[in-house]
């Protein structure tokens, strides 16, 4: 079908300009055009489709195979069709590790977002020193997990510079990485101190959107402080708030250096804190079992297209439902769905 | 040149000749957070000029007396500099990989009307819900298969495909911005459209580019998954491999550990500070839409 288009377009080319009358650019020869197209596009679809897409294709069907990863599956491995994945569904250690994902899921949204909101506010301050401040809250964010989990597994050591400081404090100390009990909160104090500092700077940007005469209307009409953040700063901070829900929840689904790094892969189940990509490796790669741990990453894959498009329909894109006939609005959501896509990507950095 | 000047807008965080000092409240609680968020990682900084005498006695003390042998020994050991340099290897070739595929793809995404130009965009946008996790065990297979474990170019390759999305989505409406009539200008002084592009929308999206690039980059130095699962050699480790290596086999000898992780995050801070501006900047515009 292309290929005939593009013959009929290059015996034509004449037409094809005047079809294309709004295209103001002089085009040396239709040809060419698609040359270009092609070499400049070529190589980072290749790329992008072997690395990425196929991984998740082959995965889907590795799953359905008893396979230690050597040649091929259907030669050197055993079909068992769905078996896989019942298994996994069935097996407690992962239904643990789906619960904990689901806690560090809510627990950093809870944790992290009303503080998030509230550092936001205070550094939308004018003040000077700012600017450094900013730059320092974002140094976590920066550094590897590896490092924050390696720095802070000798902070939390039951002897460690924490219980030392609680106790000259007079508390006392915990075990933090060890008792299950506790185990799960560390973490999330974790995740949060690692990743709050991209939350409040989401929120600042935000925040500075908000155009500033509203702020003037509202002080000439003698709202106080608070009163001016609930119904100003809040409402219209609303999609960066829905964005970076979004941005969490696709992290926290995915979480796995940190927990791997500080736990190690066999502590983090008697520890509590397992989640489902730790428990995808240990079952995958660790014990060999290729195409079981493929099955689970599926598993994990569609657990997490559920929720992003269930959040997506609901959430993402609430206030544009039945908008959707009128040209304008259309527009608009294109926008923003560009808008949102924009602040994912840079936002996925992290997330990886 | 409008694509530029937008963009330094974009930017202008910095108005302090106007800005007046705030109240005590403010500047007290900003205090807190910043020492909340800063006061681990200089832990790890100053632990590495302690002794592990002064570490077990007193874990929350300062470094008194200052030893520097930790961090001699760590800078004197070859182990460092290799990991370092195989680091700086993938960082800085997953960056080009992915602002040279990236600036490529864009230009054709933002400046060339076409039917198939929606549809790559959104075949890239759809990639931002594919994190690596998902995709990781057949990836490794795959790599194995290509013969590329165990090499950085197993690494890099990878890194630059799951780099691209962030980088389109950046690029495309920085590119798009770029005003019709300078092409026009362009092609009537007999440019082609790649000459337009070599000429002028490179030198003009470098902003853009330099904030994709640094993000790249440090992403890319702190990434562990990936070089966990290819590779296997200890000759070929990259950083974030090598500190867990080294916490491991020194696990006795904390000072030393602690001196090898904060040489180990020294690159990614000392690059993020020089360019968060950029980089803030970027998310900023990013959120603005």
């Not at chain 1, 995740?191 to 005469?213: C, H, N, R, T």
């Not at chain 1, 608009?332 to 990886?352: F, I, S, Y």
Request: overall charge positive; some cysteine; proline content about 5%.
């Amino acid at each position: 079908m292309t290929e005939m288009n593009d013959a009929v377009a290059v015996g034509r080319p004449v037409a094809e300009t005047k079809k294309r009358g709004g295209e103001r650019k002089p085009s040396n020869g239709k040809g060419r055009r698609n040359l270009e197209i092609f070499i400049l596009s070529a190589p980072a679809i290749i790329l992008f489709c072997c690395f990425v897409i196929l991984p998740i294709i082959l995965g889907a069907y590795y799953g359905f195979y008893q396979w230690k990863g050597f040649g091929t599956p259907s030669e050197n491995g055993k079909f068992v069709g769905l078996q896989n994945y019942i298994v996994a569904l069935k097996d407690p250690n992962f239904q643990q590790a789906i619960l904990h994902t689901f806690e560090i899921v809510i627990g950093s949204l809870v944790i992290q977002g009303p503080l998030a909101i509230l550092f936001a506010l205070l550094l939308n301050q004018k003040f000077k020193g700012r600017g450094l401040i900013r730059t320092l809250i974002f140094v976590p964010y920066v550094v590897s997990e590896v490092i924050v989990g390696t720095g802070w597994s000798l902070l939390l050591q039951k002897k460690g510079a924490v219980n030392q400081i609680l106790e000259s404090l007079g508390m006392h100390g915990v075990d933090w990485l060890a008792n299950p009990k506790v185990a799960i909160w560390t973490l999330l104090l974790l995740i949060s101190w690692k990743y709050i500092g991209f939350a409040v700077i989401l929120m600042l940007a935000g925040m500075q959107s908000i155009p500033e005469e509203l702020y003037e209307a509202a002080k000439v009409d003698g709202a106080g402080f608070w009163q001016i953040q609930k119904s100003i700063t809040l409402p219209l901070l609303a999609p960066t708030l829905r964005i970076w829900v979004f941005l969490s929840m696709i992290g926290s689904l995915q979480l796995f250096d940190l927990v791997y790094i500080i736990w190690g892969q066999y502590v983090s189940t008697t520890a509590g804190v397992s989640t489902m990509a730790t428990y995808m490796v240990r079952e995958g790669r660790g014990a060999g079992n290729y195409g079981y741990g493929s099955a689970v990453a599926l598993i994990i894959f569609v657990i997490s297209l559920i929720v992003a498009l269930t959040y997506q329909h609901f959430v993402l894109n609430r206030d544009l439902d039945g908008a959707l006939t009128d040209k304008k609005a259309f527009k608009k959501r294109k926008k923003r769905q560009t808008a949102e896509d924009e602040a994912l990507a840079v936002a996925m950095e992290g997330v990886k | 040149m409008s694509a530029a000047t937008a963009y330094s807008k974009k930017n202008s965080f910095h108005k302090s000749s106007k800005t007046p000092w705030g109240n005590p409240i403010v500047y007290f609680f900003s205090l807190v957070l910043v020492a909340i968020c800063v006061v681990p990682v200089l832990y790890i900084i100053f632990g590495g000029f302690r002794t592990n005498a002064q570490i077990t006695n007193n874990p929350a003390g300062l470094p008194n007396p200052w030893v520097i042998s930790n961090y001699k020994e760590v800078i004197t050991s070859d182990v460092f500099w290799t990991e370092l340099v195989n680091s700086l290897i993938v960082g800085i070739c997953t960056m080009i990989g992915v602002v040279v595929l990236g600036i490529m793809v864009s230009y054709v995404i933002a400046r060339y009307k076409f039917r198939y130009s929606t549809l790559m965009y959104a075949l890239f946008s759809a990639g931002l819900m594919f994190p690596m996790t998902v995709g990781i065990t057949p990836l490794y297979l795959m790599i194995r298969n290509l013969g590329l474990s165990n090499s950085l170019a197993g690494i890099i390759l990878p890194q630059i495909a799951f780099g691209l999305p962030q980088t389109i989505i950046i690029l495309v409406p920085f590119l798009q911005s770029i005003p019709m009539e300078l092409e026009e200008a362009c092609l009537l002084d007999g440019c082609s459209r790649l000459g337009f592009f070599w000429r002028m929308v490179i030198p003009l999206s470098m902003p853009g580019v330099a904030t994709t690039g640094i993000l790249t980059f440090v992403g890319s130095w702190n990434g562990y998954m990936l070089p966990l699962f290819v590779l296997s050699d200890e000759s070929k480790y990259t950083l974030p491999l090598g500190v867990q290596m080294f916490s491991s086999q020194h696990s006795v000898d904390t000072a030393r550990v602690l001196a090898f992780t904060s040489l180990a995050m020294l690159p990614a801070l000392i690059c993020f500070t020089i360019f968060q501006k950029k980089i803030v900047g970027g998310l900023t515009g990013a959120v603005k839409g």
